[in-house]
């Protein structure tokens, strides 16, 4: 019976319910069925941290599967600056007051496929730079100096918050939105990022407004969501959503 069957698989972790999900339709059903069923509360509750199931930071996940979704996309402990880390929550980046130097982080997965979306928001001061976009896992997350880490080389590509410039292979790409008096960014505000691995272009979206395609001709490789930061003590968030709504 399938809540039976919910019981049970209540009780495992997630490497043990994708192999699950493939041994007969009605598996995959119970599984996947109800995003909100006791299966994905129980591995929330095992999974993730009090603070980031209590606090709004994945407010705008509909369902118990979406924030486990979320936290496997989460930053990589293991993937940035050293003198960054990644706070209990399991998806703020705590940049420590290092002088003279720039750091970055890169997300634990990354597509060569598919239409992704994701969420960013700077929790204190921008400083002179403070940059968001994507990256291969070629490009660097150090670097000294307080330089536009994202978009310094031709492996990643990224808007500067403070200026506004959209950042590519060391050079300045032009301004972003393309507008007269764009608005500057404010600290708390999330910003939407929209990855279109099909059509090979990266586009932003504030609060309910789509500003616009940053960058077209993105390399079919593999690119990960990234940050890059100077401000000491500076918190970066970063929410993986899925796949972005169209309209």
């Not at 603070?51 to 407010?59: F, G, S, V, Y």
């Not at 691995?197 to 504030?206: C, H, S």
């Amino acid at each position: 019976p399938s809540r039976v069957l919910e019981l049970v698989f209540s009780y495992l972790e997630l490497s043990e319910l994708r192999s699950c999900a493939l041994v007969c339709k009605h598996w995959y059903r119970c599984l996947h069925g109800d995003e909100n069923s006791e299966v994905w509360r129980s591995l929330c509750a095992r999974s993730l941290a009090e603070e980031a199931l209590r606090t709004d930071i994945l407010c705008n996940l509909p369902s118990y599967k979406a924030k486990i979704r979320a936290f496997q996309h989460a930053f990589s402990t293991n993937d940035c600056s050293r003198n960054v880390y990644i706070k209990k929550n399991g998806f703020t980046l705590h940049r420590n007051p290092i002088a003279q130097s720039t750091d970055g982080a890169r997300t634990k997965i990354g597509f060569s496929e598919g239409r992704h979306a994701w969420e960013v928001w700077w929790e204190g001061p921008l400083g002179t730079v403070a940059v968001i976009g994507i990256a291969t896992k070629r490009a660097p997350m150090q670097c000294q100096g307080y330089v536009a880490l994202l978009g310094s080389d031709d492996q990643s590509w990224g808007w500067n918050l403070v200026d506004n410039n959209l950042l590519h292979n060391g050079e300045v790409n032009g301004s972003f939105p393309q507008c007269n008096n764009a608005p500057k960014y404010q600290i708390g505000e999330r910003i939407r990022v929209i990855l279109d691995m099909e059509d090979k272009t990266l586009a932003f979206e504030r609060g309910y407004e789509f500003l616009g395609v940053a960058f077209r001709g993105l390399p079919k490789v593999c690119l990960y969501p990234a940050v890059s930061a100077v401000y000491g003590n500076t918190e970066v968030t970063l929410v993986y959503l899925g796949k972005p709504l169209d309209g």
